[in-house]
């Protein structure tokens, strides 16, 4: 965890808020003021707006499904009467970042952290680590997808396995390039793609430049390729990587990781913006305005 995220983590365990052993606690509703509602408000608007035609159908299906409230911060246990029926999915409230294997012990359980406060209006453009906003309309509108669902699951299963093993940054990668900067294939989008991660779907300025901008590359995913691809956490992607469908993601799903892992366990990594022989090249970023180090 970077310090800004430790240090947000120890002001919500300063601020009294019972935190049991798996860092889940019960949603404050209470503490949420007029200014977090607002503030939700505005990005719930600025958002739906913004990513009719741009995201992808399965994205827009669940916001629709789970009803999530435009107006206020939604109540957990109300997202939760629509998502677990569906899908065997809930979200548990957390303080903020949990360390890797509590995080990916709920995945395996199909539970999904969201952190229970919300940025302040001086953040609404950006904020580096998740709040209420980005975990829960970026992140919970496609676990009401049963493949997606399915996808996160066996996920949060070979996470673990891999933290275990020493392997998590292979899996790390992973969960980057498909669960928050993941792009799919859509002939009705002008581009041929459209949005479904909830690190893009979150936030105006890199839902506009994942889909428009001439600047990054758009690949066709590989799940190899994708596990030995560093990435960037301080600016827009180099790169995103292209499903044909969630169907793609249901039959990674599928992988055995253990062999995958041993086998890539020295492979050496590619740069964030890299192209190479090889690739399913969709489109070629000019790389206008990137940093030339900086790779995580
Ligand atoms: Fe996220």
Redesign the pocket.
């Known amino acids: 965890m970077s310090t800004a995220s430790t240090a947000k983590l120890k002001e919500q365990f300063d601020a009294g808020l019972e935190t049991r052993a798996d860092f889940t606690i019960d949603q404050p509703l209470e503490r949420y003021g007029t200014v977090d509602h607002a503030v939700w408000q505005q990005l719930y608007a600025r958002q739906t707006a913004l990513l009719e035609g741009r995201a992808c159908d399965e994205f827009l299906a669940g916001v629709e499904r789970i009803g999530l409230p435009s107006e206020r911060v939604p109540c957990f246990d109300d997202v939760n009467a629509k998502l677990t029926p569906a899908t065997g999915w809930r979200i548990v409230a957390v303080p903020g970042l949990v360390p890797d294997q509590v995080f990916f012990e709920h995945l395996a359980n199909r539970r999904f952290p969201v952190t229970w406060w919300m940025r302040r209006p001086d953040q609404v453009d950006y904020l580096q680590e998740?709040d209420c906003f980005?975990?829960l309309f970026?992140?919970v509108p496609l676990l009401i997808n049963p493949v997606f669902a399915d996808y996160m699951h066996a996920y949060g299963r070979a996470a673990l396995a891999a933290n275990e093993a020493g392997a998590l940054p292979l899996l790390a990668r992973l969960y980057w390039y498909t669960v928050?900067f993941g792009l799919i294939r859509d002939a009705a989008s002008s581009n041929g793609v459209k949005i479904y991660g909830?690190?893009i779907v979150s936030s105006k300025a890199e839902t506009v430049y994942s889909q428009q901008s001439a600047a990054p590359n758009r690949l066709g995913f590989a799940l190899e390729r994708v596990m030995r691809t560093r990435y960037r956490i301080d600016t827009f992607q180099q790169t995103y990587f292209v499903i044909d469908d969630f169907a793609q993601l249901f039959r990674v799903a599928q992988t055995d990781f253990a062999p995958l892992l041993t086998q890539l366990a020295n492979a050496p990594a590619y740069a964030a913006g890299d192209v190479l022989d090889g690739d399913r090249v969709i489109t070629r970023g000019t790389r206008q305005g990137w940093h030339t180090s900086g790779d995580v």
């Open positions: 998740p980005h975990d970026g992140h928050e909830a690190g």
